[in-house]
């Protein structure tokens, strides 16, 4: 029955998908199409407004269509967009672990690791790039490149398409997102992209500080004075003089409401994991071909990150504790690597390059790290991950 209109969406598809946004279809005013014939819907697209915390930055856009983000949770746990119905979005980015996989690479449709580890879908409405190397541009575009990758679902749009008009049940949530049961890759990745937007952490730990609902601990404390400062000499106006100030120096690349971009950046950026020489993956630079960015990638969130290990994008370190001893001890100096990473001599020893030449060293003590853990677990939040608006609707029906 929609056969012809599949292949005319198809041939669209190179333009429409990746300027699609919510100006689009989202808030178009309802339209009064009949429903199929022997079917008594009726469509009423409801408009939610998001509950986001006066904190976090503005948006244009803080309303998602409710029909929209219930096709696209389907769409988000449908395994039969993959070529042997066993892979979904959902197959990698499990809610109880912040939407990513505890994998160190993440397995596709035949077992077969993928080359990264799975980053997590929450809070995106604040992100503007996609995938460790930042292949993708928005969310829409982010959307349908799981369903095409021959790793992980191996599907083309126009199979995609083709299954789900088979399915009845795409009938009747597609009618109610859109007004008709049209089905297109545009529609498909508007809604997962709905679906996505709707996931928001606002209620760790650290939001509900940030709102004066609790109090940090004294270790929690000292870890975000740590994770905010850039170690080195800070003038001191009572004593009219320089004085050495010791940090994480985590903050020059985790701020913003994500923790995952320094301020006027893009937040590509090489931390330190390997030397020109060790490097065996490049990152940023297979998207771009600049050989400024060679072994670049997207700075990670860090909301609930305590439940997203393994950690980095080849996933190599399995704990918190691992991570902080990278950034103390090991960050490899090369040709790209980021200028936040260097810190300042210090009377103390923290943060010099290593005699060799070869590292950056902060020098933190156990109790600092241990302390920047602290702070970093304040941003678990159990009630996302806990949430039934973004569970499997395949497990309820």
Request: hydrophobic letters at 35%; proline letters at 5%; glycine letters at 6%.
């Amino acid at each position: 029955m929609k056969n012809e209109w599949i292949y005319i969406s198809i041939i669209f598809i190179g333009s429409a998908v990746f300027s699609c946004n919510n100006d689009d279809e989202g808030t178009a005013p309802p339209i009064n199409n009949p429903a199929p014939e022997g079917k008594d819907w009726v469509y009423q697209p409801t408009e939610v407004e998001l509950e986001i915390p006066a904190y976090f930055p503005e948006i244009a856009n803080n309303k998602i269509i409710e029909e929209k983000f219930q096709l696209g949770r389907h769409l988000f746990y449908e395994n039969r967009l993959s070529r042997n119905n066993t892979i979904s979005c959902g197959s990698c980015h499990h809610q109880n672990k912040a939407f990513t996989d505890g994998r160190q690479f993440s397995l596709g449709l035949n077992a077969e690791p993928t080359p990264r580890n799975a980053m997590s879908v929450v809070n995106m409405l604040w992100e503007d790039l996609f995938f460790w190397d930042a292949r993708a541009k928005t969310l829409e575009e982010q959307a349908l490149m799981p369903i095409q990758d021959h790793i992980e679902m191996d599907l083309t749009l126009a199979e995609a398409v083709d299954r789900l008009d088979k399915l009845e049940l795409y009938d009747s949530l597609f009618f109610h997102a859109y007004g008709d049961t049209l089905i297109t890759p545009e529609r498909i990745a508007i809604a997962i992209s709905e679906f996505e937007k709707g996931i928001i952490s606002k209620d760790s730990k650290f939001d509900k500080f940030k709102r004066g609902e609790e109090s940090l601990t004294s270790e929690e404390q000292l870890g975000s004075k740590l994770f905010s400062t850039h170690p080195g000499p800070k003038w001191n106006q009572d004593f009219q003089l320089y004085i050495f100030e010791r940090g994480g120096n985590c903050g020059d690349c985790h701020t913003s409401v994500n923790f995952n971009k320094f301020v006027g950046a893009q937040g590509m950026q090489n931390n330190g994991l390997e030397s020109d020489d060790t490097r065996v993956d490049d990152g940023y630079f297979k998207v771009t071909n600049n050989p400024n960015d060679k072994g670049k990638f997207k700075t990670p969130s860090l909301r609930n990150v305590e439940l997203t290990a393994p950690y980095m994008h080849d996933g190599r370190f399995n704990t918190l504790e691992e991570v902080l001893e990278h950034y103390n001890e090991h960050v490899q100096v090369s040709n790209t690597l980021s200028t936040l990473m260097y810190v300042n001599n210090d009377p103390d020893q923290q943060g010099i390059i290593s005699p060799d030449g070869k590292t950056i060293q902060l020098g933190l003590t156990e109790s600092e790290k241990s302390a920047i853990i602290a702070f970093l677990k304040t941003l678990t939040d159990n009630e996302l991950i806990n949430d039934p608006r973004f569970t499997n609707p395949f497990l309820e029906e």
